[in-house]
């Protein structure tokens, strides 16, 4: 017994961490020589190196070769092909001032079925890209997915429905291709259903993040058909309320049913040079296809499309099936938990395994896991300073130390907590720590109401949950009694998000339940049966809530830390007797120091600035002719210079760099150098009035990827018009309104308002073209530990005109 006293809990903590961590890895791609019918990552990879050769953003040249080329292959496929050039809008911001626009060409292949009436199922993906990344994982993974989709359907079919695949473009630049589709094409009203293929990084497991609404049928049929269906109505509860968006979003918004999937693993690679065929890892390609394509044959060739029902509570356990009921059984669930842990209290209270009050101090401690994991976490995340991309992808070169720092933190904490609960430990030093922490948090950034929050609640609970021993029993079932709690909330508010809730809890209160019932047994083989069942769901539960914590954080950890508590608080319970048996000796507290020291060993590591041949650091510069002064720059968008940019910013002949702003379009102060004037391809800016209208008009320069207008009225403009169209984009006196066209149309386009009475205007061009001006000094070569970023290594020409009434 004196064993497992001592290792029960690191047993169980490493297997469920490392059973966690394989759950989480991709199948293996499948070969070339796969089925006909089977989706082949090795097959679609010939696609992707295709399309991914280099950045093809709306608007570049390269595109226009990625469509040709896609084009070729949907003509291949022989699917019913064509081209759907439109307009796309999207308002850049909130405040009615600032829209995107783009003039896009969606490419469809139809592949029909044998009843062309029937609702079509549409699969789609973007196959534009960012700038300055060749986009293998986001998009053209999902292109080429939808072409060995579409390949492998044609094998099998023919299929019931018509299956429509779209290939949006501009989705980078604000989801334009979806709006032109999702808004005006004539074909939308034959779609039935959308799946969607994303990606957010270029590794890991696919995951279906978000599903259209109503959708407790279709993720039925997404369970029984995708092989190692992977997602959770957790993640998609909070997605909704994120202000993440893909094309998705428009089908959404349109009312559509469906499902979107996407792998977010090694983010380093999201929008960055990174993103190249060979650092794909092709196993995510390949377990998104494993997904949509057995889900698009069945819904292909389902007599009537899912019907919209509630929405379903989902999960895939460790990454090998998917689990998922009505709310109704989610309540179900819940009242047997609530028998167990009922149970539990009962049969503990009444043979005196436990009092009221260690119970009520168990339910404090496994809030005070959470309040000073959060709070510890929490200060991490403030101590990182992320103050933009350059800091962001900084922590990306090292997100996996980052990862298990924060782990090890979280668990560490949890442990502390266990073992002062377990020994009755004094409460004035943990209670003015949490509040000093939680003041500390306001030190870095500014004044922070959450680190301060979780401070205040950190000290208080600690005041309630410490200060006298409490055994076992009253910590195991407290804790239960919280997540109880919880999870009744979560169901009342929430029900897709109690699938995290209910399931550790119910895992938690079948292990006391058994060993509460049989109870103080004398019988050694009973005893030693009961510790291995209570070890296996401690195991299980840990495996399970460490791949749900990865995921997440992966998602959404960068930006708050703090969101591992949560997976530590749930994580508790079921380790709970373990943590309580090894909080008994004498090295509680040392290796849970040793756990918290280590842990921040990580995090300081993965804090470490710039990066490595293998995992760059980004870093950006580009050439600024502004020809309203005569002048030209070299800016550096950047908070912090580096090697290259430093070397880079004056090497023309320019001055040493500084931090100045250039308005309208840097109206907070970039790294700028003053730098030789050199000839660039000008845009035409006229503004006119005609009669009450005021017309500025912009021809843009051969080969502009992009233009954003920017203008300042003295007097209210209204009925504003893009090319004739009513368009939303508020101008309102003294304030900047913008407008960025990507892919302008070359004979130019033309922004109308209607004035009134007198006034004055001021408008300002900035248009960009890929690489820098021909007559510059090169810049030296970036060495391998940096990538170019956003708008890196382009010539942006500034114009200015304006107008008086
Ligand atoms: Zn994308």
Request: overall charge positive.
């Amino acid at each position: 017994m004196k064993t497992v006293r001592f290792l029960g809990f690191w047993i169980c903590l490493a297997l469920g961490l490392i059973l966690g961590a394989l759950s989480q890895r991709p199948p293996a791609p499948a070969p070339v020589s796969a089925p006909a019918t089977a989706f082949s990552a090795d097959r679609a990879m010939a696609d992707i190196a295709a399309i991914a050769q280099r950045p093809h953003p709306t608007g570049s040249a390269e595109i226009v070769r990625v469509r040709d080329y896609l084009l070729g292959r949907i003509n291949e496929l022989r699917l019913e092909v064509s081209v759907r050039p439109g307009e796309g809008f999207w308002p850049y911001g909130r405040d009615g001032r600032a829209l995107g626009v783009a003039a896009v060409q969606n490419l469809v292949g139809v592949l029909p079925g044998r009843d062309r009436t029937l609702p079509a199922i549409l699969v789609m993906s973007h196959y534009d890209s960012v700038h300055n990344s060749p986009g293998a994982a986001d998009d053209a993974s999902g292109t080429a997915a939808a072409l060995e989709i579409a390949r492998a359907l044609k094998a099998s079919g023919p299929h019931a429905r018509d299956v429509i695949f779209l290939f949006t473009d501009a989705e980078e630049a604000g989801l334009l291709g979806a709006d032109a589709f999702f808004s005006r094409d004539p074909s939308l009203s034959r779609v039935g259903l959308v799946v969607n293929m994303e990606a957010r990084g270029d590794a890991g497991r696919a995951a279906m993040f978000q599903t259209g609404p109503g959708n407790g049928a279709l993720v039925g049929l997404f369970a029984r058909e995708a092989k190692g269906a992977s997602g959770n109505s957790m993640a998609s509860t909070v997605y909704e309320k994120m202000p993440n968006d893909t094309d998705f979003t428009h089908a959404v918004n349109k009312g559509l049913p469906g499902l979107n999937l996407a792998f977010i693993d090694n983010q380093l690679a999201y929008h960055t040079p990174l993103a190249r065929p060979d650092h794909l890892q092709r196993g995510s390609l390949q377990h998104m296809g494993d997904q949509v394509l057995p889900t698009v044959l069945a819904l292909a060739n389902a007599p009537t499309l899912p019907a919209k029902t509630e929405n379903a509570i989902y999960s895939d356990v460790l990454g090998l099936f998917m689990i998922r009921y009505p709310p109704v059984v989610g309540w179900a669930l819940l009242v047997i938990a609530a028998a167990l842990v009922g149970f539990s209290a009962w049969r503990a209270l009444a043979g005196r395994g436990a009092t009221g009050w260690e119970i009520a101090r168990g339910a404090a401690g496994l809030l005070l896991t959470a309040a000073s994991a959060g709070l510890v976490l929490h200060l991490v995340g403030r101590l990182l300073m992320i103050d933009g991309a350059q800091r962001y992808y900084g922590l990306l070169t090292r997100f996996d130390f980052l990862l298990w720092g924060a782990g090890l933190l979280a668990a560490a904490t949890g442990l502390g907590v266990a073992t002062a609960q377990a020994r009755g430990a004094r409460r004035i030093i943990p209670a003015v720590v949490a509040l000093i922490l939680g003041g500390a948090c306001s030190l870095i950034g500014g004044f922070d109401p959450v680190g301060l929050g979780l401070g205040l609640a950190a000290s208080v609970l600690a005041a309630l949950a410490l200060g006298f021993r409490t055994e076992v029993l009253g910590a195991w079932i407290g804790g239960m009694v919280v997540v109880l709690l919880l999870a009744v909330a979560a169901q009342v508010l929430a029900p897709g998000a109690t699938v995290m809730l209910t399931w550790p809890l119910l895992v938690a209160a079948l292990g006391a339940a058994l060993v509460i019932g049989v109870g103080g047994t004398r019988d050694k083989r009973v005893a030693m049966a009961l510790t291995a069942v209570v070890g296996l769901l401690a195991i299980l539960s840990t495996a399970q809530l460490a791949a749900w914590g990865a995921w997440t954080f992966a998602g959404v950890g960068l930006m708050e830390p703090a969101v591992l508590a949560v997976f530590a608080m749930l994580a508790a319970p079921a380790l709970s007797p373990l943590a309580h048996d090894f909080a008994a000796t004498r090295w509680a507290w040392r290796a849970a120091g040793v756990m918290a020291l280590v842990g921040a060993a990580l995090i300081a590591n993965a804090a470490r600035l710039g990066g490595e041949p293998d995992r760059p650091a980004i870093t950006q510069a580009l050439h600024v002719a502004d020809l309203s002064s005569g002048k030209a720059w070299r800016v550096a968008d950047l908070k912090r210079l580096d090697g290259w940019t430093r070397a880079t910013l004056p090497d023309d002949g320019g001055s040493e760099p500084r931090q100045q702003a250039l308005a309208p379009f840097w109206r907070e102060p970039v790294w700028m150098s003053e730098t030789r004037v050199v000839p660039v391809a000008s845009p035409q800016l006229t503004v006119t009035r005609a009669e009450d209208r005021l017309l500025i008009r912009l021809i843009p320069a051969p080969g502009a990827e992009q233009v954003t207008i920017r203008l300042r009225p003295s007097a209210p403009l209204s009925q504003p018009r893009l090319n004739g169209r009513p368009i939303t984009l508020a101008a309102k006196p003294g304030q900047w309104s913008s407008l960025t066209y990507h892919a302008p149309d070359p004979n130019g386009i033309t922004l109308s308002f209607t004035i009134a009475g007198s006034g004055q205007v001021e408008v300002a061009a900035l248009e960009h073209h890929d690489g820098w001006p021909a007559l510059a000094k090169a810049p030296p070569p970036k060495p391998a530990d940096l990538m170019a970023f956003g708008m890196s290594d382009k010539t942006a020409v500034l114009v200015r005109a304006g107008l008086s009434w």
